[in-house]
């Protein structure tokens, strides 16, 4: 593809030893640059790839994506932005492949990662190909393999590419993509034309990116502001913040909402917990449905709600799509049961509004006469104002409180447990083990047969993050290891 053919959605402020040189490719890593390429010199959080550019023209790169002129003997287009700019690049590359498919965006600070793979199911459900994007890859359908995955949304151009083999090699029409507010606000979702905006809920969390629960709406906001007339949004009518992401739609894009305590379009009533699952009523402006999940929690019954709203704003079949969702576990370290007598749980919670739900859950199927106990850290690096908070409800809510580590990264895992601690009205009785593999060894003294235990945080991950190194940790290995529990 021509330079000048490339740069046609770009908003170009200047060209620079300009030449309409042929293109091949877009990195935006030096060391994996390719010749023929265009490298756009991004700024991160530690590196500025503008010190990276002469790498890059040695190792073959035809042009340069900048945000000032650089003493390089190649053609530079000059932009107000890189980080803006590589999305509309990469779509144009890659021809605007989103045009082609109905892709469903799931934002929302929960459930984001439960409600595409439902939405994946659904579909495939009612005879349709579906892919899915999100935290654990991409995948083209719901019994594929799992690509990896760096970030919950892909950078533009991986993310432009991988949509480009959905339509083209695949064959898919439908792709269910978590959207997250960072890629958002940092346009890696630039060129992508929504068919269908879904939100789950807001509560804190990401605000050592954002500052402010404000700014981090506006982000979110952004998925529904650019759905056009024609376009789907599904919002969760019960959120505090519902009705500001339904002001920001457009004339002409249709609205379903979804509920349980408010005058929803679809409804879920006579709601009711065991340790099989949840059960409840759906209703919806045509019929009523009797649904037994297996999965558990208020969490699950909203999740479920917003898939099968987008359902039936496709006008696919919820009979079908009921059925298929039923047996469902869920998804990989979400509310998952690891261990059974006592019950262990793996959850991905990480926020307090996550941490909140998933106790709940839990104490709704925890028998009369025994604990509920959690095990969490917090994460270094991140929001620490949510550290007390995490403390304050794992109190409230557990009978026994264990606090350890979570991808301390670069801080120290005791300052951050003490943050944590400052949320307790009283200390005397909470285990703290800063080492979370002997933390959850801990579980088996304090826990009787009968007892519920959520270990959350990580979930799916099977990593831990220290100050110098990557450590391979999976909750579910090591509760499984402490109960001798083998898996095949």
Same mark, same amino acid.
């Given at each position: 593809?021509?330079?000048?053919?490339?740069?046609?959605?770009?908003?170009?402020?200047? !060209?620079?030893?300009?030449?309409?040189?042929? /293109?091949?490719?877009?990195?935006? +890593?030096? =060391? $994996? *640059?390719?010749?023929?390429? &265009?490298?756009?010199?991004?700024?991160?959080?530690?590196?500025?790839?503008?010190?990276?550019?002469?790498?890059?023209?040695?190792?073959?790169?035809?042009?340069?994506?900048?945000?000032?002129?650089?003493?390089?003997?190649?053609?530079?287009?000059?932009?107000?932005?890189?980080?803006?700019?590589?999305?509309?690049?990469?779509?144009?590359?890659?021809? !605007?492949?989103?045009?082609?498919?109905?892709? /469903?965006?799931?934002?929302?600070? +929960?459930? =984001? $990662? *439960?409600?595409?793979?439902? &939405?994946?199911?659904?579909?495939?459900?009612?005879?349709?190909?579906?892919?899915?994007?999100?935290?654990?890859?991409?995948?083209?359908?719901?019994?594929?393999?799992?690509?990896?995955?760096?970030?919950?949304?892909?950078?533009?151009?991986?993310?432009?590419?991988?949509?480009?083999?959905?339509?083209?090699?695949?064959?898919?029409?439908?792709?269910?993509?978590?959207?997250?507010?960072?890629?958002?606000?940092?346009?890696?979702?630039?060129?992508?034309?929504?068919?269908?905006?879904?939100?789950?809920?807001?509560?804190?969390?990401?605000?050592?990116?954002?500052?402010?629960?404000?700014?981090?709406?506006?982000?979110?906001?952004?998925?529904?502001?650019?759905?056009?007339?024609?376009?789907?949004?599904?919002?969760?009518?019960?959120?505090?913040?519902?009705?500001?992401?339904?002001?920001?739609?457009?004339?002409?894009?249709?609205?379903?909402?979804?509920?349980?305590?408010?005058?929803?379009?679809?409804?879920?009533?006579?709601?009711?917990?065991?340790?099989?699952?949840?059960?409840?009523?759906?209703?919806?402006?045509?019929?009523?449905?009797?649904?037994?999940?297996?999965?558990?929690?208020?969490?699950?019954?909203?999740?479920?709600?917003?898939?099968?709203?987008?359902?039936?704003?496709?006008?696919?079949?919820?009979?079908?799509?009921?059925?298929?969702?039923?047996?469902?576990?869920?998804?990989?370290?979400?509310?998952?049961?690891?261990?059974?007598?006592?019950?262990?749980?793996?959850?991905?919670?990480?926020?307090?509004?996550?941490?909140?739900?998933?106790?709940?859950?839990?104490?709704?199927?925890?028998?009369?006469?025994?604990?509920?106990?959690?095990?969490?850290?917090?994460?270094?690096?991140?929001?620490?104002?949510?550290?007390?908070?995490?403390?304050?409800?794992?109190?409230?809510?557990?009978?026994?409180?264990?606090?350890?580590?979570?991808?301390?990264?670069?801080?120290?895992?005791?300052?951050?447990?003490?943050?944590?601690?400052?949320?307790?009205?009283?200390?005397?009785?909470?285990?703290?083990?800063?080492?979370?593999?002997?933390?959850?060894?801990?579980?088996?003294?304090?826990?009787?047969?009968?007892?519920?235990?959520?270990?959350?945080?990580?979930?799916?991950?099977?990593?831990?993050?220290?100050?110098?190194?990557?450590?391979?940790?999976?909750?579910?290995?090591?509760?499984?290891?402490?109960?001798?529990?083998?898996?095949?």
């Amino acid at each position: 593809m021509k330079l000048s053919e490339l740069i046609t959605d770009v908003n170009v402020k200047e !060209k620079y030893n300009y030449s309409d040189t042929e /293109i091949t490719g877009i990195s935006y +890593n030096s =060391k $994996t *640059t390719k010749k023929g390429d &265009i490298f756009v010199c991004l700024r991160g959080e530690h590196v500025d790839g503008h010190n990276f550019a002469e790498d890059a023209v040695k190792l073959g790169a035809s042009a340069i994506m900048c945000e000032t002129r650089l003493e390089l003997d190649v053609p530079q287009v000059i932009v107000a932005s890189t980080e803006q700019s590589i999305a509309p690049l990469a779509n144009v590359f890659y021809h !605007k492949p989103s045009k082609g498919v109905n892709l /469903i965006g799931v934002t929302g600070t +929960n459930g =984001k $990662t *439960t409600v595409t793979h439902l &939405i994946q199911r659904i579909i495939e459900s009612n005879n349709q190909k579906c892919a899915l994007i999100g935290t654990l890859g991409y995948k083209l359908s719901s019994d594929g393999e799992y690509k990896e995955a760096k970030h919950t949304t892909p950078q533009a151009p991986e993310l432009q590419k991988t949509l480009t083999l959905i339509k083209d090699e695949a064959k898919i029409n439908y792709v269910s993509m978590e959207v997250s507010s960072h890629s958002l606000v940092q346009n890696r979702v630039g060129g992508c034309e929504y068919n269908c905006g879904v939100f789950t809920n807001l509560t804190q969390d990401h605000l050592d990116y954002h500052v402010t629960m404000e700014r981090y709406f506006d982000a979110k906001a952004l998925l529904f502001k650019r759905l056009k007339a024609g376009n789907i949004a599904v919002i969760n009518k019960d959120d505090s913040w519902a009705e500001r992401f339904i002001s920001v739609l457009a004339d002409g894009v249709k609205l379903y909402t979804y509920g349980i305590k408010t005058d929803a379009d679809i409804k879920a009533e006579n709601i009711s917990f065991s340790p099989k699952g949840a059960s409840f009523d759906c209703i919806t402006p045509d019929k009523k449905y009797s649904i037994n999940l297996s999965m558990n929690g208020m969490f699950s019954v909203y999740n479920v709600l917003a898939a099968l709203t987008v359902a039936y704003s496709y006008g696919l079949d919820l009979d079908m799509a009921i059925k298929v969702l039923e047996p469902l576990k869920g998804v990989a370290g979400r509310f998952e049961i690891v261990v059974h007598h006592p019950l262990v749980i793996v959850d991905y919670a990480h926020t307090p509004d996550g941490l909140e739900n998933v106790l709940k859950a839990a104490r709704e199927i925890t028998p009369k006469d025994s604990k509920l106990i959690c095990v969490f850290g917090c994460g270094g690096d991140r929001d620490a104002t949510k550290r007390p908070k995490m403390g304050a409800i794992a109190e409230e809510l557990s009978d026994k409180v264990i606090v350890t580590s979570d991808n301390p990264r670069s801080e120290d895992p005791q300052q951050i447990i003490t943050d944590i601690l400052a949320g307790f009205k009283s200390v005397n009785d909470v285990i703290v083990e800063a080492d979370r593999g002997k933390a959850i060894q801990y579980i088996k003294e304090i826990a009787s047969e009968n007892d519920v235990v959520v270990i959350a945080g990580k979930g799916h991950e099977d990593y831990q993050i220290l100050n110098d190194r990557t450590i391979h940790f999976d909750d579910r290995e090591e509760a499984r290891k402490v109960f001798n529990i083998v898996t095949v």
